[in-house]
């Protein structure tokens, strides 16, 4: 919070302004177009981590990709953040699926986390819940200049592809239909009406039959949709 109220206050300080009331005056009246993503920006929350939360990805596998008999499974991560949660997915598919066709649409609201994620580079000491197999299969140490981090494999990071979607707006026409879709630690964020709105949304991409994924932290817990709770914060499409 602390970091979030001084990177405010370093743009109340470059536009000489005294109040946030003032900031979100001039975020909203449209004469700095490229404020508005910069706010959104500094304001959400992209706290993520390789492999959170296993046990969805020992679910992933276990029920649904060693009995994966289609013929391409689509996968969306649909609050990507920094990129941990697909790449992660993606070293699961990689590994299950080998050179079957599969693919993962990964998409955040925030660009500066994107750019992240498409480098794909990220701090060794950020990996305490990937096992050596996958660090040693599908990541490349850093040397010299690089040493404490590494990237993920370009053969892994070329599954993933990376844009911009507001789960709050219209989604892009051609998403076209996923088997799996991850939403997690997202809806915290907002109040059940919007969370209601989104999941709706949201599932409108998902096949019939398809799993949907939500983080152990958060509930569906009164809210219409057409989902059926297999185990808490996994779902399937009905
Ligand atoms: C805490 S991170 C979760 C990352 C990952 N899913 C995980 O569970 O580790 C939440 C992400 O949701 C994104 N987010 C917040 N509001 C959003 C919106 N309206 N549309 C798309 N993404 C949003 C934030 O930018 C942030 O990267």
Not at 88 to 93: C, H, Y
Not at 128 to 137: A, F, P, R, V
Request: hydrophobic share 40%; charged share 25%; net charge positive.
């Amino acid at each position: 919070m602390t970091m979030v109220a001084s990177r405010l206050a370093k743009r109340l300080l470059h536009y000489g302004l005294h109040s946030y009331g003032q900031y979100y005056q001039l975020v909203k009246n449209g004469q700095h177009p490229h404020e508005f993503q910069l706010m959104i920006n500094i304001l959400t929350t992209n706290e993520t981590y390789f492999f959170r939360e296993p046990k969805h990805f020992e679910y992933v596998q276990e029920h649904l990709l060693k009995k994966w008999r289609g013929d391409n499974f689509r996968l969306w991560s649909a609050a990507s953040s920094t990129g941990e949660e697909s790449y992660s997915l993606a070293m699961l598919l990689t590994k299950n699926l080998g050179m079957k066709k599969w693919e993962i649409f990964a998409s955040d609201i925030n660009t500066e986390v994107l750019d992240v994620a498409r480098r794909g580079v990220y701090l060794m000491n950020r990996l305490e819940n990937m096992e050596q197999d996958y660090l040693d299969k599908y990541c490349l140490k850093g040397v010299r200049s690089q040493d404490g981090y590494f990237r993920v494999d370009e053969k892994v990071r070329n599954r993933v592809q990376f844009d911009q979607v507001n789960l709050k707006s219209q989604l892009p026409k051609n998403l076209g239909l996923f088997d799996v879709i991850f939403l997690r630690n997202v809806l915290i964020y907002f109040d059940k009406e919007t969370k209601l709105d989104i999941v709706r949304r949201v599932i409108s991409v998902l096949k019939p039959g398809g799993h949907f994924f939500i983080s152990h932290a958060e509930t569906l817990h009164g809210l219409t949709v057409d989902l059926r709770m297999i185990k808490p914060s996994i779902y399937q499409k009905l």
